[in-house]
């Protein structure tokens, strides 16, 4: 809020204390500024009020005239001239607030020692400070079967439910998925699910989080912990670019469950379910522990770590090597490999990009993004949000949450430009602008925005030729905003670490003499390279036309890329060192694997799609394995130069003390869209995003999670589906010249020319079954 | 002279009473067209100036409602009818339905206009599919006659059969398609009501009452009743009297005079307590015979004027299983949304049930009044409240009959002897 904002301040008097707070403030909120704790249940700050539970009755009056009776301050905004009197001041607010707790808790289990919830439950804390001591209630107690799945992740255990609706409420009001609501009355009023529609939501984990009984409880931590056993850690979210707070909480070493952390400003208390439950990949079975380095026969044996190192030293050493890092380094730790590529291999052959990518897009990122402050405020007070190459409930849920509470409550205008209307903009209740696949760019020039707009760009924009030129243009036409929004964490913190070709850290351009000096200087190297490095597809190639021996690969899966079989046989030529978790496509074929940390066994950050920094310490304490940049340092050193980045501390010093550019920034080449291609009766150009819940390797091991997932199916036009005879669930067999994957059929708003396919789910791995995800024409055929 | 005055009523004897054709042989959709040509604020100020009030319960004045109702918004305004009688005793607006159902199209047409809207809703209760035909049939002619359909339309909804959905709030939500449940106010339905468009959400009789007052005036309805109840108004009475029935009279008759007029309390039997305005309302005795039967008169007296529905009990009926059986309705009834209302109507039953099976002690009466005082005035709506009325009001007149009960380990009524099938044989 900037000052310039001018807020009516209410003065009211509180148990006798004067307290101004500005208008519209709830009493129980101004209550909490005095310190008052006045107890609830269904209140919550972010949900519209209810007052159902009457728990938070006080006694009020205004300008002398008391109500009659208590009012729930949980409903009641402050006036001027009122008087409010707590239960610490008024005995009819006491008694009231007694009764209502002895009232809840005459049908509630006292099973609170097997209860997941209990040791952090508001019901058990406020019926200590809030309830008698003793119950009169010697009747019978209404009981359900328990417990009920309301989805594969939820249970429900009715008979603990005190019916504060604060899970139906979320559902409806912040995620608009209504699939949960009260179902039957009185006593027997119960959380239900709808016959026909599964409790499908992404955002389901947070019915758990805010639950103030044991009512809602996660298939995966239920009866795994008691909350006074774990040690929590505040940390981030390593799934997308969103940059949720979070807490991890430990048991023993091992991460028993993650919840959403508080940051009014990013993810205010929310997150999505694979942030707060995919983890498990973490703790899985085949987790690397050990170094490993190809003998002489071409087996992988298991080394130590001065053998490993001297390896892959020797060679990273031996020919001119490169760098590839995936979108889930860690900011430092792309700094470190940054560093290592320009000071270690001499070379500015790197990039995180470890997908689908194209030059527009490099020069893009350093004209456009790198550096940029964008952020969740402008989103707040946009008038128009353009959304181009990006779902954001598939790809950076909190930004659709934002979104969402922009709409609902002042109608935010959204569009989306895109082939698929999507159930996330159908929510949002979004202009769609529908065009063919690889048409983008036309439909981006002359959209009416202003200074109070923004662009919300996709990674996938690159996938369109012409695109990020056209959203440049735009921009500069009407002085709206642009945002870019990787799906990874990673990502935006290794562009400002210039973990790229044509960027050094901190926006400096590779081809600027002065920021390669101004860099050197800093690193206290003799000179930087200055040629400007190779993209990830022209680093594959020079690996095999022979240009380049050597890879040092941190996080990367090859088959991410649209061209999965040059990067596998580039990995297999190439001498290739890999910094991994797990095995992987590149560990097979790796000649020397150091296993590296997970998030949760190291400190560091992420720069989320504002840029802004989301620091986490080590939520276990005692784990061996090392950062990336650990590492980095010891083969460097090994190799003999040193990267002076012994620890994630030392590397987060040295990027603050980088300062901002302020030379010229790169220009942005216009690269001019293509041309729509014609199509035969069974032809489609494909299209395709991945989902939320996907194949994703950080979701691995999470079974519960995955019964969540959106259904993987092909959807088509009603148009061409008449042509072709094809209704919904009919079989689509949709092939190129690389293979063929076979789904069913939903007939669905998109373009004519369009079919659309999840990219990574079960059954639709397109660009391993197809290789092309995006703009290629493909063929269809109903079987 | 007969104390009574009838009006809505008048007419109920013609065997072809509910017709369009009687409704109009007898003066019926003049007070229509005379509405429609005056100014609305002239009407409202017309139904202001006669004093009448709300008759389904909180007697609003209900010209005033009207004109909380925002002029020159630009929105659509809504009429919604209030036909969801269900409160135990209450059996006035049905038979009106049933007798006479053009008055309250004609009192829609008028009310409509008056607002500003152009849309009028009646919601009715689920069970009575008898009314909801007749009343369909009305509305049907209504339209062949042209006295809807021409910038007035009017729906009927069939509700599913719950109590809440007299609230009015909760009504909206139902109408709306959602589960009945109150509305946290403000907003009121004056402001945001019926798919959040200005609302005025009247009972049926309150509509009913208006031709009558456009034809006649407002000092003819002014001439009837007591200084602060205007008008006359449908007083039904139930249970055990010789006569029971609808009998329309001024506001502040007594029930001593209705019951002579009803042919008095069941033969040979005595009038031991009753209800003035139904089961939420809480009880009186013989002691309140003389009690003006109006809105103060009936407060001054502890307790409320509600829906006049007159439940009458002689000396045969035990008190402590009439109020368990009102008590368990409210169980049934009580919509779930607030934590008193709810299980505070859960545990109520279960104490009753104790009580009238001897199974009880003192301290239970204690605890009785004591939750009863937690659910009162903390509920969400007035459900809540209603439910503690007989309970509160029957332990203060007859708190020796609930210690009989501890004390003989039981009730010392014979349940048959309070039902009108006593004596008439197995």
């Known amino acids: 809020m900037t000052t310039a904002e001018i807020v009516d301040m209410i003065t009211v008097v509180i148990d006798g204390f004067e307290v101004s707070v500005p208008k519209g403030t709830l009493v129980i909120r101004a209550a909490e500024q005095l310190g008052i704790q006045i107890p609830r249940f269904c209140d919550h700050p972010l949900l519209d009020p209810v007052g159902a539970c009457r728990q938070c009755l006080v006694d009020i009056e205004i300008n002398g005239r008391a109500f009659p009776k208590p009012q729930a301050s949980c409903t009641i905004p402050v006036e001027p001239g009122m008087i409010v009197k707590t239960q610490l001041t008024s005995a009819v607010a006491d008694k009231a607030q007694k009764g209502v707790m002895e009232l809840l808790l005459i049908n509630h289990p006292l099973d609170c020692p097997v209860c997941d919830k209990g040791g952090e439950c508001p019901l058990q804390n406020q019926a200590l400070s809030s309830g008698h001591s003793e119950s009169r209630f010697q009747g019978v107690k209404r009981t359900f079967e328990k417990p009920i799945n309301i989805s594969s992740q939820v249970l429900l255990d009715r008979e603990r439910c005190v019916l504060c609706a604060r899970c139906t409420r979320f559902s409806e009001q912040i995620a608009s998925d209504p699939f949960i609501t009260l179902n039957e009355r009185g006593a027997l009023q119960q959380?239900?699910?709808?016959?026909?529609?599964?409790?499908?939501?992404?955002?389901?984990?947070?019915?758990?989080?805010?639950?103030?009984?044991?009512?809602?409880?996660?298939?995966?931590?239920?009866?795994?912990?008691?909350?006074?056993?774990?040690?929590?850690?505040?940390?981030?979210?390593?799934?997308?670019?969103?940059?949720?707070d979070m807490r991890t909480d430990v048991r023993r070493g091992k991460t028993l469950r993650r919840l959403a952390g508080e940051d009014a400003s990013v993810n205010e208390e929310w997150n999505c379910d694979k942030g707060r439950w995919a983890f498990k990949y973490v703790t899985a079975v085949d987790r690397l522990a050990h170094p490993q380095v190809r003998n002489s026969d071409g087996e992988l044996v298991q080394a130590s770590w001065p053998e490993a190192l001297a390896a892959a030293a020797a060679g990273l050493k031996a020919s001119h090597a490169a760098v590839l890092v995936g979108g889930r380094a860690t900011h430092e730790d792309?700094?470190?490999?940054?560093?290592?590529?320009?000071?270690?291999?001499?070379?500015?052959?790197?990039?995180?990009?470890?997908?689908?990518?194209?030059?527009?897009?490099?020069?893009?990122?350093?004209?456009?993004?790198?550096?940029?402050?964008?952020?969740?405020?402008?989103?707040?007070?946009?008038?128009?949000?353009?959304?181009?190459?990006?779902?954001?409930?598939?790809?950076?849920?909190?930004?659709?949450?934002?979104?969402?509470?922009?709409?609902?409550?002042?109608?935010?205008?959204?569009?989306?430009?895109?082939?698929?209307?999507?159930?996330?903009?159908?929510?949002?209740?979004?202009?769609?602008?529908?065009?063919?696949?690889?048409?983008?760019?036309?439909?981006?020039?002359?959209?009416?925005?202003?200074?109070?707009?923004?662009?919300?760009?996709?990674?996938?924009?690159?996938?369109?030729?012409?695109?990020?030129?056209?959203?440049?243009?735009?921009?500069?036409?009407?002085?709206?905003?642009?945002?870019?929004?990787?799906?990874?964490?990673?990502?935006?913190?290794?562009?400002?670490?210039?973990?790229?070709?044509?960027?050094?850290?901190?926006?400096?351009?590779?081809a600027d003499a002065s920021a390669r000096v101004d860099i050197a200087a800093l690193w206290g190297a003799p000179s930087l390279p200055a040629a400007v490095g190779r993209t990830n597809d022209e680093i594959y190639s020079a690996v095999n036309s022979g240009d380049i021996g050597a890879l040092l690969v941190g996080?990367?899966?090859?088959?991410?890329?649209?061209?999965?079989?040059?990067?596998?046989?580039?990995?297999?030529?190439?001498?290739?060192?890999?910094?991994?978790?797990?095995?992987?496509?590149?560990?097979?074929?790796?000649?020397?694997?150091?296993?590296?940390?997970?998030?949760?066994?190291?400190?560091?950050?992420?720069?989320?799609?504002?840029?802004?920094?989301?620091?986490?310490?080590?939520?276990?304490?005692?784990?061996?394995?090392?950062?990336?940049?650990?590492?980095?340092?010891?083969?460097?050193?090994?190799?003999?130069?040193?990267?002076?980045?012994?620890?994630?501390?030392?590397?987060?010093?040295?990027?603050?003390?980088?300062?901002?550019?302020?030379?010229?920034?790169?220009?942005?080449?216009?690269?001019?869209?293509?041309?729509?291609?014609?199509?035969?009766?069974?032809?489609?150009?494909?299209?395709?995003?991945?989902?939320?819940?996907d194949l994703g390797t950080l979701q691995k091991g999470e079974e519960n999670l995955a019964g969540t997932a959106r259904q993987t199916v092909a959807v088509i036009s009603p148009q061409r589906a008449a042509t072709l005879s094809v209704v919904d669930g009919d079989r689509l067999k949709i092939s190129t010249s690389i293979g063929s994957v076979t789904l069913s059929a939903l007939v669905e708003d998109i373009h004519d020319d369009a079919i659309w396919a999840p990219r990574n789910s079960r059954g639709s791995q397109l660009l391993v079954n197809l290789g092309a995800a995006h703009g290629a024409v493909v063929t269809v055929v109903k079987i | 002279?007969?104390?009574?005055?009838?009006?809505?009523?008048?007419?109920?004897?013609?065997?072809?009473?509910?017709?369009?054709?009687?409704?109009?042989?007898?003066?019926?959709?003049?007070?229509?067209?005379?509405?429609?040509?005056?100014?609305?604020?002239?009407?409202?100020?017309?139904?202001?100036?006669?004093?009448?009030?709300?008759?389904?319960?909180?007697?609003?004045?209900?010209?005033?409602?009207?004109?909380?109702?925002?002029?020159?918004?630009?929105?659509?305004?809504?009429?919604?009818?209030?036909?969801?009688?269900?409160?135990?005793?209450?059996?006035?607006?049905?038979?009106?339905?049933?007798?006479?159902?053009?008055?309250?199209?004609?009192?829609?047409?008028?009310?409509?206009?008056?607002?500003?809207?152009?849309?009028?809703?009646?919601?009715?209760?689920?069970?009575?599919?008898?009314?909801?035909?007749?009343?369909?049939?009305?509305?049907?002619d209504a339209y062949k006659a042209g006295h809807l359909g021409n910038g007035i339309d009017l729906v009927l909804h069939v509700g599913a059969g719950a109590y809440i959905c007299g609230e009015e709030t909760a009504l909206l939500d139902s109408l709306e398609g959602f589960r009945g449940q109150p509305?946290?106010?403000?907003?009121?339905?004056?402001?945001?009501?019926?798919?959040?468009?200005?609302?005025?959400?009247?009972?049926?009789?309150?509509?009913?009452?208006?031709?009558?007052?456009?034809?006649?005036?407002?000092?003819?309805?002014?001439?009837?009743g007591t200084e602060k109840s205007k008008g006359a108004t449908l007083y039904s009475l139930s249970g055990h009297v010789n006569n029971p029935g609808q009998f329309e009279a001024p506001l502040g008759i007594t029930l001593r005079e209705i019951l002579e007029l009803a042919g008095g309390i069941r033969t040979g039997h005595t009038l031991k307590f009753w209800t003035p305005g139904g089961s939420s309302t809480p009880i009186f005795t013989q002691d309140h015979l003389d009690t003006p039967l109006d809105y103060e008169g009936v407060a001054a007296?502890?307790?409320?004027?509600?829906?006049?529905?007159?439940?009458?009990?002689?000396?045969?009926?035990?008190?402590?299983?009439?109020?368990?059986?009102?008590?368990?309705?409210?169980?049934?009834?009580?919509?779930g949304k607030c934590t008193p209302c709810r299980e505070g109507t859960w545990w109520l039953v279960q104490i009753l049930r104790d009580l009238e099976a001897g199974k009880g002690n003192e301290a239970d009466l204690a605890k009785l009044l004591d939750l009863c005082d937690n659910i009162l005035g903390r509920s969400f709506c007035a459900l809540g409240d209603g439910a503690t009325s007989p309970i509160t009001s029957s332990i203060k007149y007859?708190?020796?009959e609930y210690i009989a009960h501890i004390t003989q380990g039981g009730c010392p009524f014979d349940p048959v002897a309070s039902t009108l099938f006593v004596g008439a044989g197995a």
């Open chain 1, 191 to 244: 959380v239900g699910i709808y016959e026909k529609q599964p409790f499908t939501s992404y955002f389901s984990g947070n019915v758990v989080q805010i639950c103030p009984v044991g009512a809602l409880t996660g298939a995966s931590y239920r009866f795994r912990a008691r909350p006074f056993d774990l040690v929590s850690t505040p940390s981030a979210c390593e799934h997308c670019a969103s940059g949720c």
């Open chain 1, 334 to 510: 792309a700094y470190g490999y940054s560093k290592f590529a320009r000071v270690a291999l001499s070379t500015n052959d790197i990039d995180f990009r470890s997908r689908i990518s194209s030059d527009e897009e490099r020069e893009f990122l350093a004209a456009r993004v790198v550096g940029s402050k964008t952020t969740y405020l402008d989103i707040d007070r946009a008038d128009h949000v353009v959304l181009v190459g990006f779902e954001p409930e598939e790809e950076s849920p909190i930004v659709f949450l934002r979104l969402n509470k922009q709409f609902r409550k002042r109608a935010l205008k959204v569009t989306s430009i895109g082939s698929k209307l999507s159930i996330g903009v159908e929510k949002l209740k979004g202009e769609f602008v529908k065009v063919a696949p690889g048409q983008e760019a036309n439909a981006v020039a002359g959209l009416p925005l202003t200074a109070k707009s923004v662009i919300l760009v996709g990674e996938r924009a690159s996938e369109s030729a012409g695109v990020l030129t056209a959203v440049a243009a735009l921009a500069d036409s009407t002085s709206a905003k642009i945002a870019w929004i990787p799906r990874r964490a990673g990502e935006r913190g290794a562009l400002e670490a210039g973990a790229i070709g044509n960027l050094l850290p901190g926006g400096r351009p590779v």
């Open chain 1, 555 to 693: 996080g990367v899966d090859p088959l991410d890329g649209i061209n999965g079989a040059a990067a596998l046989a580039a990995l297999d030529k190439a001498f290739v060192v890999s910094l991994e978790i797990a095995p992987s496509e590149v560990t097979q074929r790796a000649d020397v694997i150091l296993p590296v940390a997970a998030i949760t066994e190291k400190s560091g950050s992420f720069l989320n799609w504002e840029g802004r920094a989301r620091s986490f310490d080590a939520a276990v304490d005692d784990s061996l394995n090392r950062s990336d940049l650990r590492i980095l340092s010891m083969i460097a050193e090994e190799m003999g130069t040193s990267l002076n980045l012994g620890t994630v501390t030392a590397a987060a010093k040295e990027i603050a003390s980088l300062g901002t550019w302020d030379g010229a920034r790169a220009t942005l080449k216009s690269t001019s869209a293509s041309k729509a291609a014609t199509l035969k009766e069974n032809e489609f150009i494909l299209t395709s995003w991945r989902r939320l819940l």
């Open chain 2, 1 to 140: 002279m007969s104390k009574l005055t009838p009006i809505l009523s008048a007419h109920w004897d013609e065997k072809d009473s509910f017709t369009i054709e009687a409704y109009t042989r007898n003066g019926g959709y003049k007070a229509s067209q005379k509405a429609l040509a005056m100014d609305p604020d002239a009407v409202i100020q017309l139904v202001k100036d006669s004093g009448l009030r709300g008759r389904g319960g909180a007697g609003f004045p209900t010209g005033m409602k009207w004109g909380f109702i925002p002029q020159g918004d630009n929105k659509d305004h809504y009429l919604v009818v209030n036909a969801d009688e269900s409160e135990p005793g209450t059996c006035k607006d049905m038979p009106l339905l049933m007798a006479n159902p053009h008055v309250l199209i004609e009192g829609c047409i008028i009310a409509c206009h008056a607002i500003r809207a152009k849309n009028g809703f009646i919601y009715i209760r689920g069970e009575v599919t008898h009314i909801v035909r007749r009343l369909n049939q009305a509305i049907e």
């Open chain 2, 183 to 224: 509305r946290l106010r403000p907003p009121f339905p004056a402001i945001a009501g019926l798919y959040a468009r200005p609302t005025v959400v009247n009972n049926v009789e309150s509509i009913s009452a208006v031709p009558a007052i456009i034809n006649n005036g407002a000092d003819w309805y002014q001439s009837m």
């Open chain 2, 301 to 335: 007296a502890g307790s409320m004027l509600g829906t006049k529905a007159l439940q009458i009990f002689d000396e045969t009926t035990c008190i402590v299983r009439a109020v368990l059986r009102w008590t368990e309705f409210y169980k049934h009834e009580s919509c």
């Open chain 2, 398 to 400: 007859f708190r020796d």
